[in-house]
């Protein structure tokens, strides 16, 4: 079954490269791997590593997790979780602390459906961004997903009004 992930994987990833008009050794340089290496990927032939699907990804412009969950290392809610969380990261419409305090908030949500606020997955789609959610929220003095997903938002509203004494 892992052949098929990896042939699923090769067909899309030839898909994305013809989409965006590189050739396949315009591609492998680019993502920093031999020709050779990446036409056995394309042909199914190989299972990259997640390092390797990042450089690729890169080199496209395309979700690196989509890849990897193209090629079974990563769930599909994952991937979504960790897109989210890159989405808020990126916004360069809110400071670091607000990005915190949205992501705190989405965990809160998250936990109060059922599922599982995953702390290494914010790390993930925090490398790529520059933004870390775990560091900051160290320094905001937030505990992690305990503090909003008691007080509901409204503390976490509380504690964005001190910061802005611009009156």
Do not use: C, W
């Amino acid at each position: 079954m892992a052949s098929l992930n990896v042939g699923n994987l090769g067909e899309y990833l030839r898909e994305q490269r013809r989409n965006a008009q590189l050739s396949l050794r315009q591609l492998a340089d680019a993502a920093g791997v031999s020709n050779p290496y990446l036409s056995q990927i394309e042909r199914g032939l190989r299972k990259p590593s997640a390092e390797v699907l990042q450089q690729v990804a890169k080199a496209l412009r395309i979700s690196a997790e989509t890849l990897y969950v193209r090629a079974g290392i990563l769930d599909e809610r994952e991937r979504e979780e960790l897109e989210t969380r890159a989405v808020i990261l990126a916004d360069p419409s809110i400071n670091e602390r607000q990005k915190n305090v949205l992501l705190q908030i989405y965990d809160s949500f998250r936990k109060e459906n059922g599922f599982e606020p995953g702390p290494e997955s914010g790390a993930e789609a925090g490398s790529g961004t520059g933004g870390e959610s775990g560091p900051g929220a160290g320094a905001d003095g937030h505990p992690g997903a305990d503090g909003p997903r008691r007080a509901g938002g409204s503390d976490a509203d509380t504690a964005s009004k001190p910061s802005k004494p611009s009156h």
